[in-house]
Nanobody, 118 residues
Framework: VQLQASGGGLVQAGGSLRVSCAASGRNLMDYMIGWLRQAPGKQREFVAGITWSGQATRYVDSVKGRFTVSRDKFKNTVDLQMDRLKPEDTALYYC????????????WGQGTQVTVSS
């Protein structure tokens, strides 16, 4: 599985950003694609994920109601729409893939920076 992240940038608190993960490879229907983030000095944390079928999504509590993860079937991407951004959302965002039902994220894309100014 190959993953390529794009998007991100700098936005003021309360604003919106969108990051996108282009995925390719065999048997993607067996996978969940997720977004994880790592802020300076903090551990990497799971943010949101979606099965390639699009039937199941998961979110960390801190982003529920603000972030939406979706899959674009035509572009073969998994997108994370981030609304009402907060300074604490500032981090390097990674997309990753894991083959269900495994818990370990096995494949990783490069990170893309999201910075939210106060």
């Amino acid at each position: 599985v190959q993953l390529q992240a794009s998007g991100g940038g700098l936005v003021q608190a309360g604003g919106s950003l969108r990051v996108s993960c282009a995925a390719s490879g065999r048997n993607l229907m067996d996978y969940m694609i997720g977004w994880l983030r790592q802020a300076p000095g903090k551990q990497r944390e799971f943010v949101a994920g979606i099965t390639w079928s699009g039937q199941a999504t998961r979110y960390v509590d801190s982003v529920k109601g603000r972030f939406t993860v979706s899959r674009d079937k035509f572009k073969n991407t998994v997108d994370l729409q981030m609304d009402r951004l907060k300074p604490e959302d500032t981090a390097l965002y990674y997309c990753a893939a894991k083959e269900l039902p495994a818990s370990e994220w096995r494949y990783w894309g490069q990170g893309t920076q999201v910075t939210v100014s106060s």
